[in-house]
């Protein structure tokens, strides 16, 4: 696999919107590696030009997500661990290099790290477990729904 883009989520797909996120420049590097640039937009402030820890968690839930249905496998997040080690300053560039660690089964482990782009310095590093589909997974999501009559 060459340098390819990464698709973005469902919802911007479906929406024909740019990554809500920030994440569109989002390339394969490798079977098991990526990198994203970015930036957190401003309206995912949470501090002083500071950005909303969530925003940082969810970035990564999409972008590792993302990667993996990239590489052909269909699964969810069952794990995510953010470790914040510096503020993450708002619209500014920023770079997500992405691996995939190991994979178990039906499990695949993930890791993240978050940096100013040109720096070597982590602002934050995530590493997760995301588990691969069982065939009919959302039919299963759509009977539980209607069984509690929503
Ligand atoms: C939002 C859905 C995204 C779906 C993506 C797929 C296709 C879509 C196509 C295009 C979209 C483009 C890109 C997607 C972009 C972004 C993705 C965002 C990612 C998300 O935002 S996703 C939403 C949040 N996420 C959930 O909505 C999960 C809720 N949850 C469950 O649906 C079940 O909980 C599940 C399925 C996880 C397991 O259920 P299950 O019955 O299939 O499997 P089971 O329990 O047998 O576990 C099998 C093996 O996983 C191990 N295992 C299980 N749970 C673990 C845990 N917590 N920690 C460590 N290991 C765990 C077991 O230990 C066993 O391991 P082993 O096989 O080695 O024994």
């Given amino acids: 696999m060459t340098a390819d883009l990464v698709s973005p989520c469902r919802g911007c797909q479906m929406s024909r919107t740019p990554c809500r996120f920030g994440a569109d420049d989002f390339v394969a590097l490798s079977e098991t590696a990526a990198r994203v640039r970015l930036a957190c937009p401003a309206a995912f ?28 496998v269909k699964s969810v997040t069952a794990t995510l661990t953010v470790d914040y080690l510096l503020p ?9 290099h992405l691996e995939i660690a190991a994979r178990e089964g039906r499990r695949n482990h993930l890791t993240g790290v978050l940096r100013l782009q040109g ?27 209607a069984e509690l009559g929503t």
């Fill in 45 to 72: 402030e949470g501090g002083p030009r500071v950005a909303h820890g969530g925003w940082t968690a969810a970035v990564f839930d999409d972008v590792l997500g993302r990667f993996l249905v990239h590489t052909g």
């Fill in 88 to 96: 993450v300053p708002v619209e500014q560039p920023l770079e997500i």
């Fill in 119 to 145: 720096s070597d310095r982590d602002l934050a590093v995530a590493r997760g477990v995301w588990v691969e589909l069982r065939p009919g997974h959302f039919e299963r999501h759509q009977a539980r729904m």
